[in-house]
């Protein structure tokens, strides 16, 4: 969908390093999401947002921050890039208003 | 916390068969979501379901709130119906609790 890109769609960086992942949805939907999937687990989410500066915790969120200065923009970062946090990241928004979630088309990050 | 349980892991199916995938809850919910994946990644939305039944072309979504339960029925399959299909419950909290996903297979 046109409406949530996520940024970028491929990454590989060296372990230690921080590494910024950026969403950007042009709906001005008020939830915003960071999921991540592993083989054996289901999407699990890492942190979403309620409204600009306004974020909280999921349920793997140690290891990662995010921040929320506009509406259209959800950025995830790894402070400290570790092997443990290779996966594929998707963004997603919506609430449970809407017909449902739209989800941005993943990111592949990869730390050596 | 919410648990929701998927089956079968793995489907494979003859073109033209009837699939039926399974999705169990542990807790009240607001709505249950079916979602597609496809190889290659992209997550598209199918259904949003809180009570009753859905059908968008072949594809029928029902749901027992109290059998915490609901099936994602596919009639008449397709190989480009090869995918991985999730559910998702959705609590009061807007958050989703994702399933592990069933792998569909269609053989022509």
């Known amino acids: ?7 970028p769609r491929h990454k590989v960086t060296e372990t230690g390093t921080p590494v910024t992942l950026r969403c950007h949805q042009t709906e001005n939907h008020r939830y915003m ?20 500066k306004d974020t909280d915790k999921g349920e793997v969120s140690d290891g990662y921050s ?3 200065s506009k509406t259209e923009d959800f950025l995830l970062t790894l402070e400290s890039a570790t092997s443990s946090q ?3 990241y998707f963004c997603a928004i919506g609430t449970a208003t809407n017909y449902g979630y739209t989800f941005g088309s993943g990111t592949r990050l990869t730390v050596v | 916390k919410n648990e929701v349980e ?24 607001s709505a249950l979501h079916w979602l597609q994946q496809h190889p290659g990644g992209g997550i598209v939305s199918l259904f949003m379901l809180s009570s009753g039944k859905k059908k968008h072309g072949r594809l029928i979504a029902t749901i027992n709130i109290q059998e915490k339960h609901s099936s994602l029925h596919i009639t008449a399959s397709h190989p480009r119906d090869s ?7 959705e609590g009061g909290s807007e958050k989703l609790v994702f399933g592990k996903g069933t792998k569909l297979t269609v053989n022509p």
Do not use: K, M
């Open chain 1, 86 to 88: 290779t996966s594929v």
């Open chain 2, 6 to 29: 998927q089956s079968p892991q793995n489907l494979t199916a003859q073109e033209g068969e009837f699939i039926t995938i399974n999705c169990s809850y542990s807790v009240g919910i």
């Open chain 1, 1 to 7: 969908d046109a409406g949530i890109t996520q940024s």
């Open chain 1, 33 to 52: 999401y960071w999921y991540r999937q592993d083989p054996g687990h289901g999407l699990r989410l890492i942190h979403y947002s309620y409204g600009v």
């Open chain 2, 83 to 89: 995918a991985v299909y999730i559910c998702a419950a």
């Open chain 1, 66 to 68: 995010v921040s929320r």
